[in-house]
């Protein structure tokens, strides 16, 4: 039996041939109905469309990079990663992951790299800035680069962001508010070549703490810990070694918050009788040990920043090319009002 072709499935399906291939290729710009019968069709007829020939039709390579400069294992990248994957893998478009981008020279290399391949039809970038030089050859060949909260829109043809510095201005605003007078912000240390978003929320506690400073007094400070696996429990190293305990906490991320709560108790300190603590993203089981935080959602940014794609890679100006999302305070119950 000879494979059935294009042609054949559209007979089946009662479309025509242009239909079909849309339905493959373009799957946004075809009825949910249609669609069904498309593939009902093709999968009876056992036809599967060829990916390098439509690709050497329409100039496109239906697949996409996502460079992070973490692992995909952390819950803002998972997130970001299944928020972009439920829109383009519907679109009939494949993922390339790039881990690890955590360097000025290996962000460098790949997109040296990527323009002599041109093996993508648009670049993520999530969480860090990129150098608008080291882009000028995607801009060239038309491949647009989205960014997923970047510290800046410079070199982004969209971007979607959640306001790190006011977040974290937010958190520690909340902590003064309860009355607090030794609040101390732990986070890890900034990469030395490459500008991260996550840097900016030291900002925003720094700002907070300073404007209270010219009304009442108040004792802050950044404890600062290397980055990598072990940084929550440097932390609470770093804050037992303090020569006066907090009564008050911010975390750079619920993930050195969490364990900080867990471990802090060990050593005398409950929260919240005997001190505040805030984190920052609401990932899960922030829910779970009541932790108060800022909350984000890295899934519906990456859907968001997905939809922006798809309508520049179709040659298409987004709606809103750049947004910027401010994190929610999620109240619970590791903080309290502070009395002496």
């Not at 970001?80 to 993922?95: C, K, L």
């Not at 978003?197 to 600062?224: H, M, P, Y």
């Not at 939809?307 to 305070?329: D, F, R, S, Y």
Request: glycine letters at 4%.
């Amino acid at each position: 039996m000879d494979k059935a072709g294009i042609r054949e499935v559209a007979k089946a399906a009662g479309v025509s041939i242009s239909t079909v291939s849309r339905a493959f290729a373009h799957p946004e710009v075809v009825s949910e109905k249609t669609r069904h019968k498309v593939l009902q069709a093709a999968d009876q007829l056992d036809f599967n469309i060829s990916r390098s020939a439509a690709a050497l039709k329409s100039g496109q390579t239906f697949r996409v990079a996502l460079l992070m400069n973490e692992e995909i294992t952390s819950w803002f990248n998972t997130q970001i990663f299944a928020g972009i994957n439920s829109i383009m893998h519907d679109a009939g478009y494949d993922i390339s992951v790039f881990q690890h981008i955590d360097t000025a020279d290996m962000r460098r290399k790949f997109f040296t790299d990527l323009p002599v391949r041109r093996n993508v039809d648009a670049v993520f970038v999530a969480s860090f800035a990129i150098d608008e030089k080291e882009v000028e050859q995607l801009k060239r060949i038309r491949v647009p680069i989205i960014g997923i909260n970047t510290p800046s829109i410079d070199g982004f043809d969209a971007s979607i962001s959640i306001d790190d510095e006011n977040g974290m201005y937010t958190a520690t605003q909340h902590l003064l508010n309860l009355g607090h007078k030794h609040i101390v912000y732990a986070c890890s240390a900034a990469s030395e070549s490459m500008d991260s978003s996550i840097d900016a929320r030291g900002r925003g506690f720094i700002r907070a703490c300073e404007n209270v400073e010219k009304r009442r007094e108040l004792n802050w400070q950044v404890v600062t810990v290397p980055r990598g696996r072990a940084f929550a429990d440097s932390a609470l190293s770093a804050l037992l070694a303090l020569d006066e305990f907090p009564d008050a906490i911010c975390c750079q991320i619920d993930m050195m918050a969490i364990p900080l709560m867990l471990k802090l108790e060990r050593y005398g300190h409950r929260t919240p009788r005997d001190y505040s603590i805030i984190g920052f993203d609401d990932s899960p089981y922030a829910d779970t040990v009541n932790l108060t935080t800022m909350k984000q959602d890295p899934f519906k940014m990456g859907r968001s920043a997905a939809q922006k794609a798809i309508k520049l890679i179709n040659g298409e100006e987004p709606e809103k090319p750049h947004e910027i999302v401010q994190p929610t305070l999620m109240l619970r119950e590791s903080d309290a009002l502070y009395t002496d």
